[in-house]
């Protein structure tokens, strides 16, 4: 399985923004689904949105995201990101980035949010939201 790369964690304050990026060091994102997840304490891995390689953009936990994470592609970075936008101390935790290999046939598929869709995944990278 390829290894994806997370960066732009770190900690704020209630309300801050932060825009955190996936990448790949040997691999073309743009022939993968991406998804991303987190991770806090005592709430296993929760999924939050994922992005086709044509760009459609399926999301998973809406009731708790709320319309305040955005996913999207820079493709002449390799790049994924996701924006976080007003963020709540219960948004701390461990955001991951998964990828799933795209077939050039299916440009629009995103895998469901099982971990187990998404084969590659990065490391994670630390979110601590707090006053």
């Known amino acids: 399985q390829v290894q994806l790369v997370e960066s732009g964690g770190g900690s704020v304050q209630p309300g801050a923004s932060l825009r955190l990026s996936c990448s790949s060091p040997e691999f073309s994102l743009a022939d993968y689904a991406v998804a991303w997840f987190r991770e806090a304490p005592g709430k296993g891995r929760e999924a939050i949105s994922c992005?086709?390689?044509?760009?459609?953009?399926?999301?998973f936990h809406v009731d708790s995201i709320q319309g305040r994470f955005t996913v999207y592609r820079d493709n002449a970075k390799n790049t994924v990101a996701l924006h976080l936008d007003s963020l709540r101390p219960e948004d701390s935790a461990v955001y991951y980035c998964a990828g799933k290999f795209v077939r050039d046939r299916r440009p629009t598929y995103c895998p469901r949010d099982s971990t187990s869709n998404y084969p590659a995944w990065g490391q994670g990278t630390h979110v601590t939201v707090s006053s």
């Open positions: 992005i086709s390689r044509a760009g459609n953009i399926s999301t």
